[in-house]
């Protein structure tokens, strides 16, 4: 896993809305580790076979995303923050937090950035059936998988210093 590595690589996922972003940006300025937004870096490297009007995004190239970060996650040091995890390979992380968000909030925070209809329902279901955290579980050693309440403010708080510890815990495999 972190052969080589001197620092560690986190994914951060959840359903859109739990707070992935704001997780991982602070947890960035905490710990000089590196973000990745992978919806950013998809539009920015045009990393996408175009446009998914359903569900009004971008459908992702995996191995496109993939071959972009691969130099990098060797390195270590990356926080990457996306809604999906199971086609990163394994080797390249250390520990995968699922965020986890009760859905009377999480249906606030979608339907505030516009969602609606299947989008909406979509998410909403994901997270009542726990998708991410169980495609987390069978994609990665269960000991690396970390699953965070992210309600509010204080969670998110809260999650951020969680993982400054684990990262200062951590040491490479050698």
């Known amino acids: 896993m972190a052969q080589g590595r001197q620092k560690p690589n ?3 996922t959840g359903t859109p809305g739990t707070g992935k972003t704001t997780t991982s940006s602070l947890l960035s300025d905490a710990s000089q580790l590196h973000h990745i937004n992978i919806g950013q870096l998809v539009k920015e490297k045009n990393l996408h076979d175009g446009w998914d009007d359903e569900f009004d995004c971008h459908i992702i190239n995996e191995d496109l995303v993939c071959d972009e970060l691969e130099e990098m ?4 040091g990356n926080i990457i923050d996306y809604h999906g995890c199971d086609f990163f390979p394994e080797r390249w992380f250390d520990c995968v937090v699922v965020l986890q968000t009760d859905n009377s909030v999480l249906y606030d925070r979608l339907a505030s950035r516009g969602y609606m209809g299947t989008k ?8 009542i059936f726990q998708v991410l955290l169980e495609e987390a579980k069978s994609s990665y050693p269960e000991e690396i998988v970390m699953a965070l309440r ?3 403010v204080d969670d998110i708080s809260r999650n951020v210093a969680t993982l400054v510890d684990w990262i200062k815990n951590w040491r490479p495999v050698s």
């Open 10 to 12: 986190i994914l951060v």
């Open 73 to 76: 996650m060797e390195e270590g």
């Open 120 to 127: 909406l329902t979509n998410n909403i279901e994901c997270e």
């Open 150 to 152: 992210s309600d509010c």
